[in-house]
C-alpha cells in the first residue's frame, strides 16, 4: 500500500567542487589528469521545490522523451542531450553584489554576502542572486547500485562540468543547475520553462551556498553532481 510520506520523498544530491590548474576531469576514474589540484571539497546540496515540476516534464508521455536527436536511446553519451525538458546547465554566482545591474568588480562592486559565511539556501529558491556564468556538462553517466558507471539507465545520475581558465572569475558563493525545453539564446526567456545559455532561464532544478571560492584566470573549476532519483 502506497504510503501518505511516499509522495513527499524527493530526489537527493552531493557535489564535488574542485579547483585546479590545468587539466581536465575524467568522469570515468573520477581523477583530474594532466593538471595540479589546488584545493577541493565534497557538501551535500539542496533540491528545490521546482525539481517536483522538473520531474514532471521529464517523465510526460512524448515521442522524444528518453531519446536524443537520432531518436535512439543511448546511455552515458558524451554530449547527452535529450530532445525532452531535462538537466541542461550548471550555473555559478556571486551571491548579490552592491550593484547587481553591474557585473562584479573586485574594487567597486563586491558581493554583499559574508565570503565565509553566506546565507543557507532554501528550497524556494527559482534562481540565482547573481548569476556569473552557466555551462552545458562536460560529460555525465549513469551510476549502478555499486556506484560503478553503467552501461544502462539507472535512478543515480553523474554530471560533470569545468569552468576553464577565462570563465566565471570572480568569488562564487551560490550554485544551481537548470534546465526545461531547449531553445536558442535569443528566444531564452526568464522566468519560463525555456532554457539556454542565457542567465537566469530554465527552471532550477537544486540549489547550493558555499563559503566564497575566488577564481581567476590561472585556474579551473570542476564541479561533479552525482543525483539519486
Known amino acids: 500500500m502506497i504510503q501518505k510520506d511516499d509522495y513527499n520523498k524527493k530526489p537527493t544530491g552531493t557535489l564535488k567542487m574542485i579547483m585546479h590548474k590545468g587539466g581536465t576531469y575524467n568522469i570515468e576514474t573520477g581523477k583530474i589528469e594532466n593538471g595540479k589540484i589546488i584545493t577541493q571539497k565534497e557538501i551535500k546540496n539542496i533540491i528545490v521545490t521546482l525539481a517536483s515540476n522538473f520531474l514532471a516534464m521529464r517523465m510526460a508521455p512524448g515521442s522524444k522523451a528518453g531519446q536524443t ?35 562584479y568588480n573586485k574594487d567597486t562592486n563586491r558581493p554583499k554576502w559574508d565570503l565565509l559565511n553566506p546565507p543557507t539556501e532554501t528550497v524556494t529558491q527559482t534562481h540565482l542572486n547573481n548569476e556569473v556564468f552557466r555551462k552545458k556538462f562536460t560529460d555525465w553517466k549513469f551510476l549502478d547500485t555499486a556506484g560503478n558507471l553503467s552501461s544502462i539507465a539507472t535512478n543515480v545520475l553523474l554530471l560533470s562540468t569545468t569552468f576553464l581558465e577565462n570563465e566565471a572569475n570572480a568569488p562564487l558563493m551560490e550554485l544551481g543547475l537548470f534546465g526545461g525545453t531547449n531553445v536558442n539564446s535569443s528566444n531564452g526567456e526568464p522566468g519560463n520553462n525555456n532554457v539556454s545559455d542565457t542567465k537566469d532561464t530554465g527552471l532550477m532544478f537544486n540549489y547550493k551556498t558555499f563559503a566564497a571560492w575566488t577564481k581567476d584566470a590561472s585556474s579551473r573549476i570542476t564541479i561533479i553532481y552525482k543525483i539519486t532519483f
Open 69 to 103: 536527436s537520432s531518436g535512439t536511446y543511448i546511455p552515458g553519451i558524451t554530449d547527452g542531450e535529450y530532445n525532452s525538458s531535462g538537466l541542461k546547465y550548471l550555473a555559478v554566482g556571486t551571491g548579490p553584489l552592491t550593484d547587481n545591474t553591474k557585473p
